[in-house]
T-cell receptor
Framework: RKEVEQDPGPFNVPEGATVAFNCTYS??????FFWYRQDCRKEPKLLMS???SGNEDGRFTAQLNRASQYISLLIRDSKLSDSATYLC????????????FGAGTRLFVKA | NAGVTQTPKFQVLKTGQSMTLQCAQD?????MYWYRQDPGMGLRLIYY???????DKGEVPNGYNVSRLNKREFSLRLESAAPSQTSVYFC??????????????FGSGTRLTVV
């Protein structure tokens, strides 16, 4: 079993739809969590950190459930430009060398 | 503001050839990393450097070597390329403060094919 698991998708949604991605992690000692976005043939870019209390950035909402060991990303009012792969990232502990990347969930938003 | 710059962007090698991937960051980050990304798999850490003068193995170090030349530069060397090293390679840097990682900045990647 992978330490960080994501549904690979693809998710195909129409513009304006709300879409949610989940990510599960197996190491209960994980301390910090992030969502990255990766466009086709490009480098990953930090989308947002995920805080215990949940956090929102415009149309994007991230939540953490430590008890069930999963994080989620909700995208409201999807835009064509949201089409990308979304990577779940978990830090097992301090420092970058304990960072685990999920394989990503592909999203296609269609007109 | 260049961020993380890596070269080359594309490379084709024959089995057994060697090459060095170059990476430089201008964000004054202490920590730098080399990852590879293969289809259907997450990014896998090859080597990292927590600070200038130190390097450590990651998840998949076999067949690679690294050099942290100074605070800005971190290079990855393939001594004898193998087809299994065909991949997309990303260099990254990050701010680590009081042991907590505040997110990576990635270079644009190197697409390497070994034939």
């Amino acid at each position: 079993r992978k330490e960080v698991e994501q549904d690979p998708g693809p998710f195909n949604v129409p513009e304006g739809a709300t879409v949610a991605f989940n990510c599960t992690y197996s190491n209960s000692a994980s301390q910090s969590f992030f969502w990255y976005r990766q466009d086709c043939r490009k480098e990953p870019k930090l989308l947002m950190s995920v805080y215990s209390s949940g956090n929102e950035d415009g149309r994007f909402t991230a939540q953490l459930n430590r008890a069930s060991q999963y994080i989620s990303l909700l995208i409201r009012d999807s835009k064509l430009s949201d089409s990308a792969t979304y990577l779940c990232v978990v830090n097992r502990g301090t420092g970058g060398f304990k960072t685990i990347f999920g394989a990503g969930t592909r999203l296609f938003v269609k007109a | 503001n260049a961020g993380v710059t890596q070269t080359p962007k594309f490379q084709v090698l024959k089995t057994g050839q060697s090459m060095t991937l170059q990476c430089a960051q201008d964000m004054n980050h202490n920590s730098m990393y080399w990852y590879r990304q293969d289809p259907g798999m997450g990014l896998r850490l090859i080597y990292y450097s927590a600070s200038e003068g130190t390097t450590d193995k990651g998840e998949v170090p076999n067949g690679y070597n690294v050099s942290r030349l100074n605070k800005r530069e971190f290079s990855l060397r393939l001594e004898s390329a193998a087809p299994s090293q065909t991949s997309v390679y990303f260099c990254a840097s990050s701010e680590v403060w009081r042991g907590a990682n505040y997110g990576y900045t990635f270079g644009s990647g190197t697409r390497l094919t070994v034939v």
